[in-house]
């Protein structure tokens, strides 16, 4: 069974590091904007790619019935459940 939906920071996701709409400011590990134009645009693409993917699972879900506040934490679990596979981090980056 799972837990209602919860946001454990809503602080930050109300913040401007984690826009709803349009995209972040990309930082690295030490907190300063990533620099590089090509980075940005690429991860700014992957953003927006992940939005797409995502409001049309979540439709379809919804349209299938399935419970909204359920089909949230799903999606937050899948995000929380990513793995690094550098998890010493990249120092070539």
Not at 3 to 11: A, E, G, K, T
Not at 14 to 20: C, Q
Not at 62 to 87: H, I, K, T, Y
């Amino acid at each position: 069974m799972l837990l209602p939906v919860h946001n454990p920071c809503p602080h930050l996701m109300n913040s401007k590091a984690y826009p709803t709409t349009g995209n972040p400011t990309w930082r690295g590990d030490d907190g300063a904007p990533v620099s590089c134009h090509e980075k940005i645009k690429v991860m700014n693409e992957n953003l927006a790619e992940i939005r797409q993917m995502a409001q049309d699972a979540f439709e379809d879900a919804l349209l299938m019935g399935c419970s909204e506040a359920q089909v949230r934490e799903v999606f937050v679990a899948v995000m929380r459940d990513l793995v690094n596979p550098w998890p010493a981090g990249r120092s070539d980056a």
